[in-house]
């Protein structure tokens, strides 16, 4: 098991947006969620490296115990240390503008790894090559589309090593034939056995690459399971008036 969320609860104010979470993530596992707008999907995957501090349960990601109440300062090398092992990419890109691409593969293997330039641009060439873009290592993020600039934050990424990858619905600002390039690319690391969790309403992707789809609605999980189940045979009837609003 790589992550195991015990009892998870988070309040934004006196708004509590996670209930109860409890969930165990095995490795190699390649996890989905969908859910509406505002039951807490994006939180859930910001307390997992700890972007959200919660108050109370425990994740265990990797051996590592987040808990209520971490100090920002005195526990930040702990939480750096579960953060190079747990890569994430969102919906907007997020590279850096005034850096070429290669530039922003290799900032956070040289400046947190602390890897020779080289050896980071090595890396960075092979991970480009893998998602087809070395020929842009550089060019400027202005210069690409939507979907480069998303398969070059996953590249970005990967560079870190990540044992685990989260996806915060990364193919949500694009149009939907550049949505299906990143959803290859996601697609070639479930191969590899990256383990991952990924929020996306792309059904026929959850369909074919996801092991397990989690369902949230209002803060908790009211459903899980293998896709094909719970898209075709929802066991609850919120699930199935989500699922109606979405296209298959
Ligand atoms: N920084 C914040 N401060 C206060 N409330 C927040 C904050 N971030 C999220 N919330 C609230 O927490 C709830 C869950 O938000 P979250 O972003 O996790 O939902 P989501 O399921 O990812 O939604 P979406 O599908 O729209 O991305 C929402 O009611 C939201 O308004
Ligand atoms: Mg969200």
Do not use: W
Request: proline share 5%; aromatic share 8%.
């Amino acid at each position: 098991m790589v992550i195991k969320v015990s009892g998870l609860n988070k309040y934004f104010g006196g708004h509590h947006v996670l209930k109860d979470i409890s969930i165990a993530i095995n490795g190699g596992e390649v996890v989905s969620i969908i859910g509406p707008s505002g039951s807490g999907k994006s939180t859930f995957l910001r307390c997992i490296n700890y972007l959200e501090p919660f108050e109370g349960g425990e994740i265990n990601v990797l051996g590592s115990v987040l808990k209520p109440k971490m100090h920002e300062k005195k526990d930040e090398p702990y939480i750096r240390d579960i953060r190079t092992k747990v890569g994430m990419v969102f919906q907007s890109f997020n590279l850096f503008p005034h850096m070429n691409v290669l530039e922003n593969i290799i900032e956070a293997p040289c400046h947190v790894l602390k890897k020779p330039r080289e050896e980071a641009e090595g890396k960075a060439m092979e991970l480009l090559k893998k998602i087809d873009l070395a020929d842009k290592a550089f060019s400027y993020p202005y210069t690409l589309s939507g979907g480069q600039k998303q398969r070059v934050a996953i590249a970005r990424a990967l560079a870190m090593e990540p044992e685990i990858m989260l996806f915060d619905e990364p193919t949500s600002s694009l149009d939907p034939e550049l949505a299906v390039e990143v959803l290859e690319t996601i697609k070639n690391l479930a191969i590899e056995g990256k383990t991952m969790v990924i929020v996306t309403h792309q059904i026929a992707f959850v369909r074919h690459v996801c092991h397990k789809v989690l369902v949230f609605n209002e803060g908790r999980i009211i459903e899980q399971g293998d896709p094909d189940q719970v898209f075709i045979n929802p066991c609850n009837q919120r699930t199935a008036t989500f699922l109606m609003h979405l296209k298959f």
